[in-house]
């Protein structure tokens, strides 16, 4: 499944892409099927911190039912298609992201962050950057209003990140979050079965769910091949291993 040439011009512009309806339902049902199966087994309140931040269903994560949304769709194809031929590493298991309903009134504004930084509970050594090539979010459930747990974007801010870690440089992100101007959030909206191609370098989060539902997704992050060889290269570069977006920078 190749990128129109609109897709990529989001990509470019807005640093990320949603790519409705390529998941097939009888795959979106199953990868629901295990995970409200593992729900049902009950969970401690304790361990809900490290859940919300990392995964729920972590016995889940690896499991073919939950990986093959990446590895047997068009969703790595589209990787290709961005990244280049076979320069994306192997992705084996997925983040499972649930979204319970809060009973806040009115709902809080969402507030955005950049993958890989270290909070007590996510998993990330103190003092280490864990950044990645692409994050690829997979919907599982209907997200049709806003404060439904939405995927929220801050369109745009790749580019200004990029310009804000060429003068400060990448490590000031282990002092937290760059102090800039952002604009407007979106929050996503989409079907079971969508899929968001997304810049590691984009400002997200995700909005309230003042809705009746859980949201459901999974999120898979991405590394092209030469990423460890100088973590902060791709930082102060934003395509440096994305070449079919390269391609159309004249």
Sequence with gaps: MKLAYEQKQSMLQNGYIHVPGVIPKAMVDDAMRHINHSVGQGMNVSDMPIFRSQSFC?????????SDLYNKTPVADMVQC??????????????IALRFPSLQDPPGQPHCHLDGMYTPTNGVPEGKISNFTMLVGVLLSPVRTPYAGNFTVWPGTHRIYENYFREHG???LLNGMPKVELPQPVQTTGEPGDVFLVHYQLAHGVAPNVSPFPRYAIFFRVKHVDHDQDWKAPMTDIWLHWPGI???IK
């Design 82 to 95: 961005l990244l280049g031929e076979g320069a994306a590493r192997p992705v084996g298991r997925g983040q």
């Design 170 to 172: 990448a490590e000031s």
């Design 58 to 66: 972590p016995e889940l994560q690896g499991d073919s039912v939950i």
């Design 246 to 248: 390269r391609e159309m």
